[in-house]
């Protein structure tokens, strides 16, 4: 919350949840479960899976609902505003309420991600901007993930 008492950030578009959720339900089973994460993230080992469940997973099931996902991305969430979007807002270091270029170079080489000039551009237009733009915001950074 701003001290005015708004949301810094404004409301979700819900479809473009529905549609990052439905990226990452692999088998479209309509849950996410494990098993989708480590189609979805190849890369990633089992810790950070486990972790990305227990972030997710509120009722234990050990699977995640679009509910439970939408509460993960939402700005009202109860736990402190939504977990991708505290992760957008370490990313946007001038507080612009965008994510630039370099905003996300920086971040991907502090968190030890090893990519180039064209993948970062190439990661800007999946949010729907050119890489020389101001940067996308917190939607297109959704649809960013999404892929």
């Known amino acids: 919350m701003c001290p005015t008492g708004t949301t810094l950030w404004p409301a979700r578009n819900i479809s473009d949840l529905r549609s990052a959720f439905e990226v990452l339900d692999a088998d479209r089973d309509g849950k996410i479960s494990r098993e989708d994460l480590k189609t979805s993230y190849a890369d990633a080992d089992d810790e950070v899976i486990v972790t990305m469940m227990t972030v997710a997973d509120y009722n234990k099931d050990g699977y995640v609902e679009y509910d439970e996902f939408e509460k993960v991305l939402r700005s009202d969430n109860s736990r402190s505003g939504g977990v991708m979007e ?58 960013i993930l999404a892929v």
């Open 86 to 143: 505290d992760v957008f807002k370490a990313m946007d270091r001038d507080g612009d309420g965008k994510v630039g270029y370099g905003d996300l170079a920086s971040y991907l080489t502090s968190a030890g991600f090893e990519v180039n000039d064209d993948e970062i551009k190439a990661m800007l237009g999946l949010g729907g901007v050119d890489g020389d733009s101001d940067g996308v915001t917190f939607d297109g950074f959704l649809k």
